[in-house]
């Protein structure tokens, strides 16, 4: 199945909309029919777009997304979960698999950061 210029236009507003909407469990499926593809097509051409499938793109995103909420926010760990679409033990191991760090320990380790900056500056 050759993938063409429209294949590719579609994944990327597969890409968006998962950049979006990373709280909701999306299929291929039912981005297939969102973007007007098959998902065969959809899966082929989002891997070539992202450089990971939707499942794996999905995590790194979320994680992203948990990055940024620890690190500028107070919310607790489960609260922070819940607002990804997961629960707290899936947010522990997916945040321990991509960064080496639990979400706790990497809000730790960033405080600490953000603490000896402003001590030396």
């Known amino acids: ?26 299929t291929y499926q039912v981005l297939a029919e969102q973007v007007g593809t098959n998902p065969v097509k959809l899966q082929k051409a989002f891997k070539e777009v992202a450089g990971n499938d939707l499942y794996e793109y999905l995590i790194i995103v979320r994680i992203e997304k948990a990055k940024e909420l620890l690190e500028n926010t107070e919310l607790k760990v489960e609260t922070i979960a819940s607002k990804l679409g997961w629960d707290k033990t899936n947010l522990n191991k997916q945040f321990k698999n991509i960064t080496g760090f639990t979400p706790g320990a990497w809000r730790i380790n960033h405080e600490n950061m953000d603490n000896s900056c402003k001590e030396s500056g």
């Not at 590719?8 to 469990?25: T, W």
Request: hydrophobic share 35%; proline share 0%; aromatic share 4%.
């Open 1 to 26: 199945m050759r993938i063409t210029k429209t294949d590719l236009e579609k994944a990327r507003q597969v890409k968006v909309i998962i950049e979006k909407e990373y709280h909701v469990h999306h």
